[in-house]
């Protein structure tokens, strides 16, 4: 925001009753017009406070940039358009400035995906709301970049406000963001150059994380994901054995359990191979299996053994990879506490490459084990860190309806986010199993939190969603839930379906119902979507008409 707004802004909450108004002007076009307007209102404070917010909300809104006159210097010019502009006079483009401003990320990147896919670009009314767009949410930018045009390009670099959505761009870096620039552009900068050079941004951060905070060394590891591979190895066993952090050395631990080969998951691997060691068992008790000895033992659990068993006690060079002697969750005692730092460790995929068994084995054996608790638990937690498609199978088979998988992490392990770990086909036949009117928003809300671009649900899930989102609409009751993602639903449905769909759905005109608004969202976001498929599905010499 640009500071003269949020100077206003304070004096309009303090009141110019209490304080006399001072207003921000300078020698610019804006701040003479700021002055001018005191100069106009010298007896109303109030009104020449808003007015003047009202003007740099303006400026802000088209991209001025505060400059003195005698540092001013003139722009290049723009370069010439050579893509084809969608047209600004069209009905569309006003589509798509209530989609750039109030739509949903699915929304935009389908409006966006129109153009790209016929080499389109914004027309200049479009490009601020679109540059904003692209500003608050990351995932929209490649896309974006595609169709912003060279007057876009040309805009974007004149706004620090949108430096942030250049660097994320195809781009040259520039070593000033690095240098000299906010945290959040640092770290655009650091993923982009991670993904075109992984090498030289592992370089860069050895170089300068001496001179990093905590914080700030953490959050730019955490990019080390992009492009994750063992040539990052040795940096980040030096960061887990020696980096003052605990959250930089757990960060590092992360990301080493996602190496298969790396020497963190060896050692962590030798500790639980060590827990799953065979006990000696005399013959005579191996005899017993036979005959009536078998349904004896089934009956009594002799004979049974634990396929893994914590540690006696605690070896101090653990401590090297983490792992705590007090237990860090007060549910579980020492050992169950080290063999959940241990298990938790290790990708899900580890278990049936060094055991030999499914994960529907391991989860069987799990169930007649002391150490059941933990178990779960880990392989939930890991789960969520490394997905799993046999693993994620496996739970949901022994999930119950509406279950939650046990896991130590703030998002929940629900069925719906377990089934979104398999196929597409397969997902949406188990989302289809599952859904009822009442988990309707949850899986509406999981489906959002992906940000899968592109994504839409199948017919035959799609069907069912409307079927059970009429049926919580008819409830009587105001649905606060599913107003918050009516619009979210429309987004999801195959285009073809919505007409059908907004009839389904619609409310008689005369309807009291406190859900009708709910129903007025989806239509709306449905309109959007359907002219969007109508402009860009007839012929060209019929569009002005649209």
């Known amino acids: 925001m640009d500071a003269r707004l949020r100077m206003l802004g304070s004096q309009a909450l303090l009141g110019t009753e209490r304080r006399e108004a001072v207003f921000p002007s300078d020698d610019t076009p804006c701040g003479r017009v700021l002055g001018e307007i005191a100069a106009a209102l010298p007896g109303d404070g109030a009104g020449a406070v808003l007015r003047a917010a009202g003007v740099v909300a303006v400026c802000e809104r088209a991209g001025h940039v505060l400059q003195t006159s005698s540092g001013a210097q003139l722009p290049p010019p723009c370069p ?42 914004l027309p200049p009314a479009l490009l601020v709301p679109a540059l904003a767009s692209g500003r608050e949410n990351p995932a929209l930018r490649p896309a974006l970049s595609r169709v912003l045009g060279e007057r876009g390009w040309w805009l974007s670099a004149r706004n620090p406000a949108w430096n942030l959505f250049v660097t994320s761009s195809e781009e040259t870096l520039d070593p000033e963001e690095w240098d000299h620039g906010r945290p959040a552009q640092r770290k655009a900068f650091f993923l982009l150059e991670r993904s075109r050079d992984p090498g030289a941004a592992r370089e860069r951060f050895e170089r300068d994380m001496a001179s990093m905070g905590a914080t700030e060394r953490r959050d730019l590891l955490e990019l080390f994901s992009c492009n994750l591979s063992m040539e990052d190895e040795d940096l980040l066993e030096r960061l887990l054995h020696r980096d003052r952090s605990r959250e930089v050395k757990k960060t590092a631990s992360g990301l080493l359990s996602r190496l298969p080969e790396s020497r963190y998951l060896e050692r962590m691997g030798g500790r639980l191979l060590a827990c799953m060691g065979e006990k000696p068992a005399d013959r005579e008790e191996r005899g017993l299996f036979s005959g009536l000895g078998r349904i004896v033992s089934a009956v009594t659990g002799r004979g049974k053994k634990e396929f893994i068993v914590p540690p006696e006690s605690y070896d101090p060079s653990w401590a090297e990879d983490l792992i705590t002697e007090k237990s860090p969750l007060s549910r579980f005692g020492p050992r169950a506490g080290w063999l959940y730092q241990m298990a938790s460790a290790v990708p899900p995929a ?33 789960l969520q860190r490394e997905a799993d498609e046999a693993w994620a199978r496996a739970m949901l088979t022994r999930l119950k309806k509406g279950g939650v998988w046990p896991s130590t992490s703030g998002d929940r392990l629900d069925m719906f986010r377990l089934a979104g770990m398999v196929s597409p086909l397969e997902r949406d036949r188990a989302w289809e199993d599952m859904l009822t009117a009442e988990n309707l928003t949850d899986l509406l809300e999981d489906i959002r939190s ?66 009708r608004s709910i129903a007025g969202t989806f239509s709306a976001v449905a309109h959007q979507r359907e002219a969007l498929g109508r402009y860009f599905s007839v012929p060209s010499t019929h569009k002005g008409v649209l």
């Open 80 to 121: 010439v358009e050579t893509c084809v502009m969608l047209p600004a006079d069209a009905p569309v483009a006003q589509i798509y400035g209530d989609i750039f401003r109030e739509g949903s990320f699915r929304v935009q990147g389908e409006a966006i995906a129109y153009l790209a896919e016929r080499n389109m670009v």
């Open 350 to 382: 580890w278990w049936s490459r060094h055991t030999g068994k499914t994960p529907e084995e391991l989860l069987d054996l799990s169930e007649g084990s002391e150490w059941k608790g933990v178990l779960q638990l880990a392989w939930g937690d890991a």
């Open 450 to 515: 992906r940000q899968e671009a592109g994504y839409h649900l199948s017919p035959s899930l799609a069907k069912k969603v409307l079927a059970v989102m009429k049926e919580r609409l008819m409830s009587g009751k105001r649905d606060y839930y599913l107003a918050s993602l009516a619009g979210e639903a429309a987004a999801l449905l195959p285009v073809d379906m919505l007409p059908a769909a907004r009839a389904f759905l619609a409310f008689p005109p005369d309807s009291d119902s406190p859900n």
